[in-house]
């Protein structure tokens, strides 16, 4: 029963924006249990993501999307801000950007609006600022067909067990195309994909979430998913 209740509470903490995170985690630090009081400071989640951020290994390529100073104040890039982006989670693992898309009276309706919608992820502002990012340390960026994007959002969970795949509700997976980069040696450094995500609030409201992935557990957790012929047979071009 315990391990069912940490979990829904994982789930559902998973679907909020990073403020509403933090201000539940004060709620739960001031529950008490059989054991005693779960101590945990009110900014708990934010700490958690400024713990990460020191942690990661290129700090330098997650700061085009995200950064913290060292009091503790966190960025997302000015100009992914004015295009409606927000931060959903961060970790060493991935940096996990959400915007929001569609609001419908159904999921009848939603299913038809994703149905007709168009994707713009080879060239948009996300795209734009990923692919300069690769190329500024030297890097090639390949861009694949929407069928590898379900295995990108999955290899951290695969890798760590937490990942961007069960937001919400409803998920809407092979819609975007998306990117991975290379360094000089052929070796993967990162990846980015998209999924698109709905929770029903008044009517329904669906979310695009964008996972940049750089850690060495989650890419080498997708190299042993994908087999090298059937991303060759996916591959569309090089950004």
């Not at 509470?9 to 001031?30: E, R």
């Not at 993501?49 to 995200?66: A, C, G, H, M, T």
């Not at 975007?176 to 450094?189: F, R």
């Amino acid at each position: 029963m315990g391990k069912f209740v940490a979990r829904s509470i994982f789930l559902f903490l998973m679907s909020v924006s990073c403020a509403q995170a933090d201000f539940l985690g004060g709620l739960l630090g001031a529950v008490v249990t059989n054991n005693g009081p779960l101590v945990k400071p009110a900014n708990y989640a934010k700490n958690e993501r400024l713990k990460s951020y020191q942690n990661i290994p290129d700090k330098e390529f997650v700061n085009n999307f995200y950064s913290a100073t060292p009091d503790g104040e966190e960025h997302v890039n000015a100009d992914l801000v004015a295009d409606g982006y927000k931060l959903q989670s961060l970790d060493l693992h991935h940096v996990v950007l959400q915007k929001q898309m569609f609001k419908a009276s159904g999921k009848e309706e939603l299913d038809a609006m994703m149905a007709n919608y168009t994707s713009n992820s080879r060239s948009d502002l996300m795209a734009k600022i990923y692919v300069a990012a690769a190329k500024n340390r030297g890097n090639t960026v390949r861009l694949y067909k929407p069928k590898v994007s379900f295995s990108v959002n999955s290899a951290v969970e695969d890798s760590t067990g937490r990942s961007v795949a069960y937001v919400g509700h409803w998920g809407y997976w092979d819609y975007d195309n998306p990117m991975i980069e290379y360094n000089k040696e052929g070796e993967v450094v990162s990846m980015m994909s998209r999924s698109h995500q709905a929770k029903t609030t008044v009517g329904v409201e669906s979310n695009m979430y964008v996972q940049i992935v750089y850690s060495r557990a989650a890419i080498r957790s997708f190299e042993n998913e994908v087999e090298n012929d059937k991303l060759a047979n996916l591959y569309i071009r090089d950004m």
